[in-house]
């Protein structure tokens, strides 16, 4: 599954998801799932990612949040017309769920602002279609 967030910013943030089965297990309700994010900064100046917020939200209704500095351990500067891609993964307790949250970027002037990334679907391939 792919989905774009570009609302009100210069950057726009598309994710892939993929189920790993190697690596879960369903009898312990235990679903991984990797996610590719692409970071594109189509404004005219450099933009670092300072941090990330995710709220993650199992078919229960259990909602996770994570927060930290930078991505995968790094803080990348995107500059104008360039892309940055990482690939991390989340657990959840259910075969479906969903991610959402935003990145705080701060720009080469020194002014910081939010990278929306819209609510998107972590799902086994057989549960939904």
């Excluded at 967030?5 to 998801?17: H, L, M």
């Excluded at 078919?59 to 790094?74: F, I, L, P, Q, R």
């Excluded at 720009?107 to 819209?118: C, D, Q, W, Y």
Aim: some cysteine.
């Amino acid at each position: 599954m792919t989905t774009n967030s570009e609302i009100g910013t210069p950057i726009k943030v598309s994710v892939e998801t993929f189920y790993v089965e190697a690596q879960s297990q369903p009898e312990k309700d235990k679903y991984v799932f990797a996610y590719t994010i692409t970071i594109k900064n189509h404004s005219l100046c450099s933009a670092k990612l300072e941090s990330r917020y995710w709220l993650i939200t199992d078919a229960n209704g259990k909602e996770t949040e994570v927060e930290g500095d930078g991505v995968v351990g790094e803080q990348p500067t995107i500059r104008p017309g360039e892309s940055y891609q990482y690939t991390s993964g989340a657990v959840l307790d259910t075969p479906v769920g969903t991610m959402e949250g935003y990145y705080l970027m701060r720009n080469e002037f020194g002014s910081e602002f939010k990278a929306p990334i819209k609510v998107f679907r972590l799902n086994r391939p057989d549960i939904l279609h």
